[in-house]
C-alpha cells in the first residue's frame, strides 16, 4: 500500500498542547480520525446518489407480476 502526505496548518497553543501529550500517537489518531471522515462521507454520496436515482425512477402501474409475464409471452 502506498502512502503520501497531507499537511495540515494548527494554532501554536493547540501544538503545544499536542507536545506536551508525549504519550499519544497523534499521527495514528490523525490517520484514523481522517480515514473514518473520509469513508463517512463517501458512505453518504453514494447514499445520495442512489436516493437521487431512485427519485428518478419511472412509477410502474402494470406491476412485476405482469411485466414478468409479458417478458415471457414474448419468448
Known sequence: ???AVYSIRLK???RLIMDEMSDVDWQAEIRQMVET???DKKKKRL???AE???QEQVVND???ASMIR???DAR
Open 47 to 49: 447514499l445520495a446518489r
Open 12 to 14: 501554536s497553543d493547540v
Open 70 to 72: 409479458e417478458d415471457r
Open 1 to 3: 500500500m502506498s502512502t
Open 62 to 64: 402494470k406491476g412485476a
Open 37 to 39: 471522515i473520509v469513508r
Open 52 to 54: 437521487a436515482r431512485w
